[in-house]
């Protein structure tokens, strides 16, 4: 089986990187002036990822395949949360997913990911909530655990957060 390479993120890279990523795609090989050419000893598959924080060359473009992968639905992410937070309650992923979607409706500058709702609903279920429109406080309080920029923390206000948990069913 040949060996499968990650490079996560490649859009967080500078220019030197993408075009050393190039030589490697294009040969299975590297030049390194201290070690010489390091060849691979068999082809690996090789994902790429990017957020889309900066456009990738022609060049590293025209040798991939592209895929988008959008956020998963609201039933695709409780089943997400339940699957990587064992005994949290069913209802409580239901609503951290259905919340989470309507926040990714406004406008924000970082749009939360899967992980931000992991980290988000540990965060709840650590916190013993399991109605979110029972513990509106605490909903708020927490959101930063989505909200990663200061811009995005300001424009969620308590009333934004009142008004999105009148979603969550």
């Known amino acids: 089986k040949p060996p499968v390479l990650l490079i996560d993120e490649v859009d967080r890279a500078d220019e030197e990187f993408e075009a050393f990523l190039l030589e490697l795609l294009s040969d299975f090989q590297v030049s390194i002036p201290e070690l010489g050419t390091i060849r691979a ?10 957020n889309g924080t ?5 060049a590293l473009r025209r040798r991939c395949l592209y ?22 309650d069913t209802e409580l992923a239901l609503q951290v997913a259905a919340m989470v979607a309507a926040v990714r409706k ?24 399991h109605d979110l429109r029972q513990a509106p406080e ?9 909200l990663k ?8 206000t308590r009333e934004v957060t009142e008004r999105l948990l009148g979603k969550v069913a």
């Open 41 to 50: 000893l068999s082809i690996p598959r090789v994902l790429l990822t990017s």
């Open 54 to 58: 900066r456009e990738l060359s022609d």
């Open 67 to 88: 895929h988008y992968v959008d956020f998963p639905n609201t039933d695709r992410e409780a089943r997400i949360i339940l699957a990587r937070l064992p005994g949290i």
């Open 106 to 129: 406004e406008d924000l500058r970082k749009v939360p990911g899967v992980a931000e709702t992991l980290d988000w609903a540990a965060t709840l279920a650590g916190l013993a909530v």
């Open 138 to 146: 605490a909903v708020h309080e927490t959101m930063i655990c989505l």
């Open 149 to 156: 920029t200061h811009e995005d923390r300001s424009r969620i």
